[in-house]
């Protein structure tokens, strides 16, 4: 069974001061309806992408589904971290292959730009394994510096190189109104900002940010009957890796992003070669580096050559997240894995504008959680 | 096809100052593993129901499954308040019914003791609506204690029928070896007992705990392959309300619970009368009068003489939390589903010991999450 996305809604990431997490949800709700011209009525489950921690609002299903108007249809909230919302799609995909619901509404949501800089440091600070490693000072940007000096040890790869991800990313977030930041960044300001976790500075690390997406799943026979231009999901990849980085073989590549690639390859009877567009999980620019290795856009060790060259370009091999990524859209943790298959869709439709592939037929998407403790690879197809 | 539950485990609940959550989390996994002969290499994934912000350890799922073994297969956690066991349990159930996965691990897991009671009361303050409701005081005890005056203006249910469900449970949580409290409580104690939100009193609410409990689910052709007593979960019901009670027609009745009985019954093609033993939600005493009316035990507003009658003692029409329920073994958020689960599962197996209720046939769980905004209701046969 084919099981398509009927429907999306995008809202604008950033401060969000004028919205609650609800109305928040909202907007890509309705939008995601209007869409492919359905109503709450049409749909027969809302799951939920989120990271609760954030909230002030517990139980954050129970308050979006009265105020989206989706009571008494069943809700629940999915968290992996910063892969939450590739947890809520792959729930409602499961359900849906399995002929319990027709039709879900997947809203990947997130408010935290009201929570102050001491109590999102004291959450971020407790991301890694707070019983044997956050006491060593493991925040987050703290792990992916121990990634990069490892990638920059092993394969050469230059703090310059990281820099051109930022480049790139921001560029491409010009082009994208949703986006918290749409404004270029240049070499020097990037090299010259602070450091935050050597080798990382401050634009090599993505911002936080509030925001929704919404996707409306369905069936191979809704998705036609409400859609024009179904988008089908062909591949859906799934791994985990272990928690604590002292227990990993390798830190300079992602294990769970190789495994729930090959498995979303198989599965999509394609290979990284075929992909005509990716978004990839860019929560710091050697992130980048290391997705395009994981995924095999290019050999171990030879992610910086390959934003060097400008592969991950319009124009080059593979173009890797022109909807500006992580870095330039901001990551409201659990809309991220939202906003990237909404890009998919946008690609595949050929309603992407000013940064369209041209001709893109094959979209994936590659959402890591947290440390790489968890990764989810989707592939979609026209 | 059908879907089984092929092994269970279930970890003491309490104060559980000798383990973190993934400790907690392998003692049911492991006991599962061994009560259906399986190790992790026969498991494809892990469900972990649970509610993040009790927690200070962030992204469970990742914790657990690298403590666990359970990497490189995918993971991530399901939350729907004190339903998330459930919400993992129905995740889960969809994945195995698509053809995904053939067996799943569902953990219901929560560490909650180790908060101070500032903490706790906190947590506790938001589970309303905060926007609307929370500022005035509705904690939880304080929106089930206007359930209650509610049910007794137009029912003439009493204080004493609330505090026979006590009396019940209690009897019963000195029969299972897994409950907080294993002491029975007289009606004069209940009575006496220091008011929380009146009409309720500290005996009538359930006590918080840490605990965790565990279900191996499989497609029909593994659960017998690798169970000799798979037990089959062959109704699923899950419905929502509106978070807000000002928005709700009625506070004598959930209606999420009306709702996803009706499911449940249908799909399982049986009715109350049919229903040997149940688990229902029991986080305050009125919470199960209201739960024998809203899944049709009783007519409405006869939950009180139901219990009165004691129709809900092993011996009566329908036996109800036997096992001694929340108000007795503790609510370890989201690990309540799991172990209603493990109830019925234990009831149809014969297995239930001192509290077995003799040729039950056919199970009922019913689990609320917060204060109605979700129910799920399973139902299970031998």
Chains 1, 2 share one sequence.
Not at 4 to 26: P, Y
Not at 200 to 205: A, E, G, H, Q, W
Not at 256 to 264: F, L, P
Not at 304 to 318: A, H, P, R
């Amino acid at each position: 069974m084919k099981i398509g996305v009927a429907g999306i809604g995008h809202g604008v990431f950033g401060k969000r001061n004028d919205a609650t997490a609800q109305e928040l949800a909202f907007e890509p709700f309705s939008e995601a309806m209007e869409d492919c011209g359905i109503t709450q009525q049409d749909i027969d489950a809302t799951i939920i992408g989120s990271s609760p921690e954030y909230h002030k609002q517990r139980s954050l299903p129970g308050v979006v589904t009265e105020y989206i108007g989706m009571n008494p249809k069943p809700a629940f909230l999915t968290e992996a971290a910063c892969a939450s919302g590739s947890a809520a799609l792959l729930s409602a995909y499961g359900f849906i292959r399995a002929g319990m619901f027709d039709v879900v509404a997947v809203i990947g949501v997130q408010k935290m730009m009201e929570l102050s800089t001491p109590e999102i440091l004291a959450l971020m600070g407790r991301v890694g394994d707070v019983q044997w490693e956050s006491n060593f000072g493991t925040t987050f940007p703290g792990y992916y510096a121990l990634y990069a000096r490892r990638h920059m040890h092993e394969f050469g790869t230059t703090e310059e190189q990281m820099a051109q991800v930022a480049i790139k990313n921001h560029f491409y977030g010009t082009k994208n109104p949703k986006a918290r930041f749409q404004k270029e960044v240049s070499m020097e300001k990037i090299m010259s900002s602070k450091i935050v976790a050597s080798p990382l500075k401050m634009f090599d690390c993505c911002a936080n940010a509030d925001g929704a997406a919404c996707l409306i799943i369905a069936n191979e026979d809704k998705a036609r009957k409400i859609s024009d231009t179904p988008i089908w999901l062909e591949g859906v990849g799934s791994a985990t890796a272990p928690f604590s980085v002292l227990n990993r073989a390798s830190i300079s590549t992602i294990p769970s992003a190789v495994e729930a690639g090959k498995q979303a390859f198989k599965m999509a009877d394609c290979e990284p070669k075929n992909i005509h567009v990716a978004d990839v999980h860019d929560c710091f620019t050697i992130a980048e580096l290391m997705a395009y290795e994981d995924l095999g856009f290019c050999k171990r060790g030879e992610g910086g050559k390959f934003i060097e060259e400008k592969q991950s370009y319009i124009g080059g091999k593979i173009p890797v997240n022109v909807d500006g990524g992580l870095k330039s859209k901001g990551h409201p943790v659990g809309a991220t894995g939202t906003s990237m298959a909404y890009e998919a869709v946008k690609q595949l439709r050929g309603e992407a504008g000013e940064r369209q592939v041209d001709g893109a037929e094959i979209a994936l998407t590659h959402n890591v959680g947290g440390i790489g403790q968890y990764c989810f690879v989707n592939i979609y197809k026209r």
